[in-house]
């Protein structure tokens, strides 16, 4: 395949793509907030798993508690003081450590910041602590580099387009040019609504979803010396071992 133009912009989901935040992040952080507030619920590994079926962590908390029968009223009290435990939980695992980018992810940003490709974020977290969480994976010069950093409170919650629709329009961006990178369905599902081409890369989470409709499927984007774990390659883009660049670029010249 002849050299195509790069995509001019990149989107990154945050959570499972950007790096393995749920299991041992905003799992564990759930679980503090409900020891916090004297409740005996706890979520294991299996039972989060399925709760990841319903995005946002203000409607899981409920989902789950409706699910053990507390009033209405009593979830609406709860709910917000529940968050925003979770959020301050969240927050102190992130400032203690051991939550680091996904193999490949910085490698690509670089490659699109010295490109000219802009780069965007769009995630259904919450902006108490999508900031820092960049700041400490990607490090501040990459963070203040963003385009656009979208979260639960600017848009609808995913499967919901909008939130890439937002994204896109502050980076000025069209869709047909825009590569959305997602590690879920829900996450793919909102990409492809939003007329994105949406390359996966699968997380602990989400190896099992059903990714039919994605123009690219990896387990990671791979590192020099360390190949791409490609899934599903529809278009054969990825020539180099890497999801770089050149393979995303690749990908919109093939519509
Ligand atoms: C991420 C989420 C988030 C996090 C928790 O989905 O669903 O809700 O699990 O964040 P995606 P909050 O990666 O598709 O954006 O508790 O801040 O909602
Ligand atoms: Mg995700």
Same mark, same amino acid.
């Given at each position: 395949? +002849? &050299?195509?133009? +790069? !995509?001019?912009?990149?989107?990154?989901?945050?959570?499972? &793509? #950007?790096a393995e935040t749920?299991?041992d992040g905003?799992?564990? +952080?759930?679980?503090?907030?409900?020891?916090?507030?004297?409740?005996?619920?706890?979520?294991?590994?299996?039972?989060?798993?399925?709760?990841?079926?319903?995005?946002? /962590?203000?409607?899981? *908390?409920?989902?789950?508690?409706?699910?053990?029968?507390? !009033?209405?009223?009593?979830?609406?009290? #709860?709910?917000?003081?529940?968050?925003?435990?979770?959020?301050?939980?969240?927050?102190?695992l992130i400032?203690?450590g051991g939550i680091e !980018?996904?193999?490949?992810?910085?490698?690509?940003?670089?490659?699109?910041?010295?490109?000219?490709?802009?780069?965007?974020?769009?995630? &259904? @977290?919450?902006?108490?602590?999508?900031?820092?969480l960049?700041?400490v994976l990607?490090?501040?010069?990459?963070?203040?580099?963003? /385009?656009?950093?979208?979260? $639960?409170?600017?848009? +609808?919650?995913?499967?919901?387009?909008?939130?890439? *629709?937002?994204? #896109? $329009?502050?980076?000025?961006?069209?869709?047909?040019?825009?590569? =959305?990178?997602?590690?879920?369905?829900? @996450?793919?599902?909102? =990409?492809?609504?939003?007329?994105?081409?949406?390359?996966?890369?699968?997380?602990?989470?989400?190896?099992?979803?059903?990714?039919?409709?994605?123009?690219?499927?990896?387990?990671?984007?791979?590192?020099?010396?360390?190949?791409?774990?490609?899934?599903?390659?529809?278009?054969?883009?990825?020539?180099?071992?890497?999801?770089?660049?050149?393979? *995303?670029?690749?990908?919109? =010249? $093939?519509?």
């Open positions: 395949m +002849a &050299t195509s133009p +790069a !995509p001019r912009a990149l989107i990154f989901d945050v959570d499972g &793509t #950007l749920e299991r905003h799992r564990v +952080a759930f679980n503090l907030a409900f020891e916090r507030l004297g409740l005996p619920d706890r979520w294991d590994e299996e039972v989060y798993g399925e709760l990841l079926s319903t995005p946002g /962590g203000k409607q899981r *908390l409920d989902r789950h508690l409706a699910g053990r029968g507390m !009033p209405a009223d009593e979830r609406a009290r #709860l709910v917000p003081e529940l968050h925003r435990l979770k959020n301050e939980e969240f927050l102190s400032r203690r !980018p996904r193999r490949g992810i910085l490698r690509l940003i670089d490659e699109a910041f010295a490109a000219g490709v802009r780069v965007g974020i769009a995630t &259904t @977290g919450s902006r108490a602590w999508v900031d820092e960049l700041e990607l490090g501040r010069p990459r963070r203040d580099r963003l /385009g656009a950093i979208v979260t $639960a409170e600017d848009a +609808a919650y995913k499967p919901d387009p909008e939130i890439y *629709l937002v994204a #896109l $329009a502050r980076l000025r961006e069209e869709p047909r040019n825009a590569v =959305a990178i997602e590690d879920s369905a829900l @996450g793919l599902q909102a =990409a492809k609504a939003a007329g994105l081409y949406c390359a996966v890369v699968r997380s602990d989470y989400t190896a099992d979803q059903d990714f039919a409709r994605a123009d690219l499927v990896v387990d990671d984007l791979g590192d020099e010396g360390k190949p791409a774990r490609i899934v599903c390659d529809p278009h054969h883009v990825v020539a180099s071992g890497l999801v770089d660049l050149v393979t *995303l670029g690749r990908l919109v =010249a $093939a519509r």
